[in-house]
């Protein structure tokens, strides 16, 4: 009889675990990045989601296999229909990549707008030429396009012009430390990217162009709840 009753007991709590888990899912989203980028955008985001005490299982930022836009779409794509039939599907899968030279980077960014309306919730987060081009708003509004010369890349062009900016002299790729040292400059980056979007709606020029000021402000606003 004791050992029956301690069954049931055990089985009522974790009964009500169960509820409380569910109760708590109820409240937050939970959402999946992934990055073309392997350090340099994973890091930045990281380090924004510890400052906001996001966790983990909130939001999942997953290694990336492959580094075209195409490779991005199909990872997060394979890693959502993983995890859905467990019955707890990522509310949004957030597909973050370059246009820079990338051949696939329209069709990635239709392929994301379709498996939207098929009911998967893809979002595509794109910078042009390349995510340094975010950073590069911390510093002020520009919309003056970017072009590859002589040897530099486009993606070249953009870091030469940040490294221009103070305490950047030294950028790199895959550098740590990029979200604390811009901090201050949040709220600026974030209103010259809206300023950048309407430029690009009214002329058509997406270069320069980011959508990463869309994807800190889906953060915070789960940080607030």
Known sequence: MGSEDLFHRRKARGSAELQRQKRERAKY????????????????????????RIRPQMVRIAPNQGVSPDRVVAHALALY??????????????????????????S?????????SAGKPFVAITSTPCFEVWLLLHFGYSDQPFHPAGK?????QVIATLKTKPGFADYGKGQKGIYGQLIAKLADALTHAERLRKHKLATGSRNPATDMDELVKTIRLLAAK
């Open 81 to 106: 229909e993983e995890d859905a039939p467990a019955g707890d599907a990522y509310d949004m899968v957030y597909c973050v990549f370059d246009q820079d030279k990338h051949t696939t980077f329209d």
């Open 108 to 116: 990635s960014v239709q392929r994301t707008k379709d498996l939207y």
């Open 152 to 156: 530099k890349s486009v993606g070249d």
């Open 29 to 52: 989203k939970r959402y999946l990045i992934v990055c073309e980028g392997t350090k340099t955008e994973p890091h930045y985001l990281r380090e924004f989601l510890d400052d906001l």
